[in-house]
């Protein structure tokens, strides 16, 4: 479909299910009253629109790396979604790439727990398994043009995903004091499976999170912590999302340990609801300099630190508005719009003021 704002036209199309679909952004326009597919990329498109010279561009909202349906300067693609970190192969037949979880897979270590630091290595190492031939592909590309890298491949943020409107004050009241609701357990795995007996970095590291939300919980009667242990992703949402986003709403200290990947959704969930967030270190990406995240390498070190931050309720204030800050002048739809288009202007005029 193609929606035209004078004479400059976005054709927008999405990989769902194997076959790309146009988006009619126009329904993008009004507020809804339950969470849409892909809301954060149609609010940042709408955007796009008004901040782009007027011309033909193609935007694809995709998790394939390995091709699309047309090429040209003027395509510019949302690379969406992939875990294993593949570097996009028609980097080079497009005029961008925007992409989730950064170009290389990373390693943090020093978790307190031999398990765990274990278990990372080892998905470190298959991580690099599957990436390195897409990365290797992707230089030599580059090679073939001069230079080692390309220059039109960039990090953006993961945003939000089933998360509803609703207005945030940091000064009003919040019940909770420290909250989590998602899948804590790992999948169940064939005793044939070394999964079965070595278990991924997610489930021993939200086990670890869990862990110490209880001790506070039973250590600290004043204390008001929320956990809710589900059984997947998608039955945190299995309400629209009305639940988990009422609970961080109400909540002051958001708990954020990894999933599958070091990212997560639920880290810019909780800036966007003005959570205060204490995570495990995340990558370095330009989004994440300067975030107001509290991060932990050991679980365990959370509680003191969580504990004296409750009992200085000016400073926990302070951090919550940072976190409403950093969501809004860093990585909210208005924030990667302008970001995105700097960079598509750079690429096709050398550059634009907005």
């Known amino acids: 479909m193609t929606i035209a704002a004078g004479a400059k036209q976005f054709n927008l199309a999405l990989k769902m299910e194997d076959n790309f679909k146009p988006i009619d952004l126009e329904t993008y326009k009004e507020k809804s009253v339950k969470p849409r597919e892909y809301e954060y990329y149609c609010q940042i498109f709408l955007r796009l629109k008004e901040y782009l010279p007027d011309e033909d561009y193609t935007f694809y909202v995709t998790d394939s790396w390995a091709e699309l349906p047309s090429y040209g300067k003027n395509v510019f693609v949302i690379l969406h979604g992939i875990g294993p970190y593949w570097y996009p192969a028609y980097a080079d037949k497009v005029g961008a790439v925007f992409r989730n979880y950064g170009n290389a897979p990373d390693l943090f270590l020093g978790s307190g727990s031999v398990a765990l630091d274990i278990s990372s290595v080892a998905k470190y190492v298959r991580d690099l398994i599957t990436w390195t031939p897409s990365r290797l592909r992707g230089v030599t590309t580059t090679i073939g043009r001069g230079c080692l890298s390309s220059d039109n491949v960039f990090s953006i943020p993961l945003g939000y995903a089933h998360q509803h409107n ?189």
């Open 166 to 354: 609703i207005h945030i004050d940091t000064d009003s009241p919040r019940k909770y004091d420290i909250a989590f609701v998602g899948s804590v357990a790992g999948r169940e795995y064939s005793n044939l499976s070394i999964k079965a007996y070595l278990q991924p970095p997610k489930s021993l590291a939200r086990q670890r999170m869990a862990d110490v939300a209880e001790r506070i919980q039973q250590k600290y009667s004043d204390i008001n912590v929320y956990l809710k242990a589900t059984k997947s992703f998608e039955e945190s949402f299995s309400d629209q999302g009305r639940q988990y986003s009422s609970i961080l709403a109400d909540t002051k200290i958001s708990l954020v340990p990894r999933g599958d990947v070091l990212e997560s959704f639920r880290y810019f969930e909780s800036m966007r609801y003005g959570c205060v967030v204490v995570c495990e270190p995340q990558p370095e990406l330009w989004f994440y300099t300067n975030s107001p995240a509290i991060e932990v390498k050991n679980w365990d070190d959370a509680e003191n630190i969580i504990v004296e931050l409750l009992k200085h309720p000016d400073r926990l204030k302070w951090l919550q508005k940072q976190s409403l800050e950093y969501w809004n002048d860093i990585c909210s739809e208005e924030a990667i719009s302008l970001f995105m288009a700097r960079k598509i202007s750079t690429i096709l005029h050398g550059g634009q003021q907005f």
